[in-house]
């Protein structure tokens, strides 16, 4: 079952070091500010996206292979349908704690698998509309 719960989500929202899939380079779009917020709240941000170099002043990753920094959650700005093979390299990463899938992003496939390797899984939530709930 993905986290529903508001003391899982703190929890989860203590992570450190978030891995973006799908980060943008546009200012403007979801995927580029709410990276940026995360970034200005204390979240050590790694973007990962192939078609970028640099975002938000840190080089951007081909894919989550790529980086070489331990990943706490991994935060998914894709569409669902590519949600399973993100959670596929997440569990080989042995780092990755948590996979979330953002706002109007869902997959029961990925949910299971996560589920499955024992990682928590949210979906369709946004981690900067929960983070400034819980935490702000």
């Known amino acids: 079952m993905p986290v529903e719960s508001d003391d899982e989500l703190r929890e989860i929202l203590q992570a450190e070091t978030i891995a973006v899939v799908g980060c943008s380079s546009t200012p403007g779009k979801a995927a580029h500010d709410i990276p940026k917020y995360l970034a200005d709240h204390g979240y050590e941000v790694i973007p990962v996206n192939p078609y970028a170099d640099e975002i938000l002043g840190k080089p951007a990753y081909d894919s989550l292979d790529d ?25 080989a ?42 935490l702000g």
């Open 67 to 91: 980086v070489a920094e331990d990943i706490d959650l991994v935060d998914v700005f894709r569409p669902g349908d590519e949600a399973p093979g993100i959670v596929e390299r997440a569990i």
């Open 93 to 134: 990463r042995d780092d990755v704690t948590t996979v979330w899938l953002q706002l109007d992003i869902t997959s029961d496939e990925a949910a299971e698998m996560a589920e499955d390797a024992g990682l928590r899984f949210v979906q369709d939530k946004c981690m900067k509309v929960e983070h400034r709930r819980l």
